[in-house]
């Protein structure tokens, strides 16, 4: 269904007249379900209504080129019916019969594009489905463009996986799509390294890049796997003519995408039929291990430590790393005088932090062993948020100029700062309230509100000449089927696809956390207490830790199950862990 009509293995064999008799696999089944789901043809006493109940089951449960779907459409419509060119998720109210045409009413959920990148939906649904007799009985003549999916099938039969890309030519990206839940992992390996020589999703395109030449297909359009784990991926001649530069990004991408299929251990990839040889490869067999790349290119950049930095008083102290208990000490140089801390940002690899101060109206930098602070060229500004550091040793800000809200990057090449001044979009009546940055970089999220109503806003950053963040997208956190979050009091990356988001379904409920994904296709509960107020989030995507703070200057640290009281001092902010 997903990226091509059928996957089938395929290549040149020949008779082997000599050799010693080896061990090997048989062929691998065609794709299948993980549940088996019978799915009947039509009959030929069927009416109108059984008909078009067949055909969305039919729809809901992959078969290859869905042969069975087609045969409840005309045979004019079967002729030009194409499945792959996306999904519809639908929730079912009713459908009724009316002579030769049956409605469907219900609720569309969500959308895959052709790309199989998730859309959330939350609208009316009702498709008319216009029915013709012929000799085999009734069929469907308009059946809808895209596969209407079943909301239980879509929870029960697809999962999400990630393909990778090049973010500002140097780590890589994930980009999210859906596939069904393939049993076989053969199956699911040769559907993925299709999807990512694809390309990335239309949304995240202008993003980011790829080493794998655009005409590169897989040479026998398939991907095996063999008994000791390793993923051979045949690509065909286009790779041949890069350097090894590019070869180590290809190789990553590859990697990162198939290490996701369970039992892969290692990646061959082979043109015409021959070991390619890339960085990082086991120098005689050309193997790529899965914790071969460089963990520099991860989406989430590594840290060694969890150093922790709070503002008290308006000083940036250290938190101590006592696990009991841990208390605050100050660290070297005068910061920044006379003029108190509002809010605080430490470097991913823990060397400088950046804070604002004059009441929100300065932009500073310093080093963490010095404490000294330096003016950033930033004038006529006023209502900053918190800054951020990004993966590349960007400050990023955003403030109020005029009588608009702009983005801010500070960049520092040794010799002199460069600020770029970035457009952000006017959304009548709603203010950002916070944002974040995404570990790899290239993502963009930000809250904007009016009253009491919050908006979860995602865009991406596109570093070429010029610097700009666009393809502004709402993820709809007030979907019917899911948890339903108005109000957002803070956002954080929780890890390389999913938002940490202190939300609420309205005025009367206090803030708690929620992971949101970042194509909003699910919503859940990250732990919760009585009796607390939270207002600003710390996470540490690396080390999958996070810290709240509530109005009163208390916090809170998650255990993986529980929020459990963190420094024993009070504190105005909290920088998140590196």
Not at 8 to 35: D, L, Y
Not at 274 to 279: A, D, E, S
Not at 294 to 310: F, H, I, K, S
Not at 531 to 560: C, F, M
Request: hydrophobic letters at 40%.
């Amino acid at each position: 269904m997903v990226l091509a009509t059928a996957l089938t293995a395929a290549g040149c064999v020949s008779v082997p007249r000599s050799g010693p008799i080896e061990k090997v696999e048989g062929p691998q089944p065609g794709w299948q379900n993980p549940v088996s789901v019978d799915v009947r043809p039509p009959g030929s006493g069927d009416k109108p209504k059984e008909i078009v109940e067949g055909y969305l089951r039919a729809t809901s449960n992959y078969q290859p080129n869905y042969s069975v779907a087609r045969q409840f459409l005309t045979g004019a419509a079967a002729e030009t019916w194409r499945p792959e060119a996306g999904v519809s998720v639908y929730r079912e109210d009713s459908i009724a019969e009316r002579g030769n045409t049956v409605t469907l009413n219900g609720r569309l959920v969500g959308t895959l594009g052709a790309d199989r990148a998730y859309t959330a939906r939350d609208t009316s649904l009702e498709i008319n489905f216009s029915l013709i007799e012929e000799p085999g009985g009734w069929r469907i003549n308009n059946p809808p463009k895209k596969l209407m999916v079943a909301e239980y099938s879509f929870k029960s039969f697809y999962r999400s996986y990630d393909r990778y890309f090049v973010g500002n030519g140097t780590s890589l990206v994930p980009d999210p799509i859906y596939l069904p839940a393939l049993s076989n992992p053969a199956n699911a390996a040769s559907a993925l390294m299709k999807a990512l020589l694809n390309g990335p999703s239309d949304w995240l395109k202008p993003a980011v890049t790829s080493a794998i030449p655009p005409n590169t297909s897989l040479s026998v359009d398939s991907v095996t796997i063999t008994n000791n784990g390793i993923a051979e991926v045949p690509l065909s001649d286009p790779v041949l003519q890069l350097p090894d530069q590019q070869r180590g990004l290809l190789a990553a991408q590859v990697v990162y995408t198939l290490r996701q299929v369970t039992g892969v251990k290692g990646v061959l990839i082979k043109v015409n039929q021959q070991p390619y040889r890339v960085p990082w490869s086991d120098p005689n067999s050309q193997v790529i291990s899965v914790d071969a790349i460089p963990q520099d290119m991860d989406p989430v950049p590594y840290v060694a430590g969890e150093e922790l930095y709070a503002v008290q008083h308006g000083k940036v102290k250290r938190v101590t790393p006592t696990p009991d208990s841990p208390s605050l000490e100050n660290l070297a140089g005068p910061q920044a005088g006379k003029n108190p801390v509002d809010a605080l940002a430490v470097s991913v690899n823990n060397t400088d932090f950046a804070v604002t101060t004059n009441g929100r109206t300065v932009l500073r930098r310093g080093l963490i062993t010095s404490g000294e602070l330096s003016t950033l060229p930033l004038s006529g500004v006023t209502e900053l948020l918190r800054p951020q550091f990004s993966r590349y040793g960007e400050i990023w800000d955003i403030g109020l100029a005029g009588d608009r809200q702009w983005i801010w990057r500070f960049t520092d090449d040794g010799k002199k700062i460069t600020v770029d001044k970035i457009d952000l979009p006017v959304v009548r009546d709603q203010k950002v309230t916070a944002f974040r940055i995404s570990p790899d970089g290239t993502r963009f999220a930000l809250v904007r509100s009016a009253g009491n109503e919050s908006k979860l806003w995602l865009g991406t950053i596109i570093r070429s000449d010029k610097i700009t963040v666009d393809g502004w997208r709402v993820l709809n956190t007030t979907q019917t089927n899911m948890t339903q979050i108005h109000r957002i009091a803070d956002i954080a990356w929780l890890d390389a696809t999913e938002l940490l988001v202190l939300g609420a379904a309205d005025s009367t409920i206090a803030f708690a956390p929620f992971r949101v994904v970042d194509d909003a296709s699910r919503i859940t509960a990250q732990g919760n207490r009585e009796n607390w107020d939270p207002a600003e989030l710390a996470v540490s995507p690396w080390r999958q830790t996070a810290v709240i703070v509530d109005g009163s200057g208390h916090t809170w640290k998650y255990d993986g199950s529980l929020w459990l009281p963190f420094i024993k001092d009070q504190v105005q902010t909290v920088s998140d862990p590196s």
